[in-house]
């Protein structure tokens, strides 16, 4: 099974918007509403940001924001802030045999 | 407060054995479905094992543990485990415990440094 696939990085300066995709296959982000994104700042552990393509936990920022097309999910950061700099990863559930799949990371920078 | 912590992390030979605990707290640790995943140094995110919550408790690996680790769960402790066997330098990773509801990894641990060198 192979990493789902973002870029590796992206920028933006404070107060634009940045968006991240990620594609996958059908059997993998097509093919379930489970994708999530999550959050790492250097040294730290991952923190969930969406989950279920377009939910937000409690706490989280309505500036994230994720959607789905086809085989792509997206996460959208609008209003960028200096903290919002940090490397970011997608998740899919991908079948019962594989479980899970991850996103090859992206690098957002805040210029 | 809702936590995991990793332990049991170490440097380790080549062909050897370790066996990774994550202590929960703050949760009702049985009712839910439980994870490992790793991050090799400077590399991204790596789904490794999981285990379904007490009702089931079905397991499930990746392809490149499997045979060789075994997740398992004391829900009386509180306590999730990963025994690893085997081990290869391509294991060297932090391991994370992660909390799982539904298909969502939900919270996370603070993660275990596993070396495997000679």
């Known amino acids: 099974q192979s990493a789902l696939t973002q870029p590796p990085s992206a920028s933006g300066s404070p107060g634009q918007s940045v968006t991240i995709s990620c594609t996958g296959t059908?059997?993998?982000?097509?093919?379930?509403?489970?994708v999530c994104w999550y959050q790492q700042h250097p040294g730290k552990a991952p923190k969930l940001m969406i989950y279920?393509?377009?939910k937000r936990p409690s706490g989280v920022p309505d500036r994230f924001s994720g959607s789905k097309s086809g085989n792509t999910a997206s996460l959208t950061v609008s209003g960028l802030q200096a903290e919002d700099e940090a490397d970011y990863y997608c998740?899919?559930?991908?079948?019962?045999?594989?479980?899970?799949?991850f996103g090859t990371g992206t690098k957002v920078t805040v210029l | 407060e809702v936590q995991l912590v990793e332990s049991g992390g170490g440097l380790v030979q080549p062909g050897g054995s370790l066996r990774l605990s994550c202590a929960a707290s703050?949760?009702?640790?049985?009712?839910?479905?439980m994870n490992w995943v790793r991050q090799a140094p400077g590399k991204g995110l790596e789904w490794v094992s999981g285990?379904?919550?007490?009702?089931?408790?079905?397991?499930y690996y990746a392809d490149f543990v499997k045979g060789r680790c075994t997740i398992s769960r004391d829900d009386s402790k509180n306590t999730l485990y990963l025994q690893m066997n085997s081990l290869r330098a391509e294991d060297t990773a932090i391991y994370y415990c992660?909390?799982?509801?539904?298909?969502?990894?939900?919270?996370w641990g603070q993660g275990t440094m596993v070396t495997v060198s000679s």
């Open positions: 285990i379904n919550s007490r009702s089931s408790g079905n397991t």
């Open positions: 703050g949760f009702t640790f049985s009712s839910y479905a």
């Open positions: 992660v909390r799982t509801s539904g298909l969502t990894f939900e919270i």
């Open positions: 998740s899919s559930f991908a079948g019962t045999n594989i479980l899970y799949v």
């Open positions: 279920e393509v377009s």
């Open positions: 059908s059997s993998d982000v097509g093919g379930y509403n489970s």
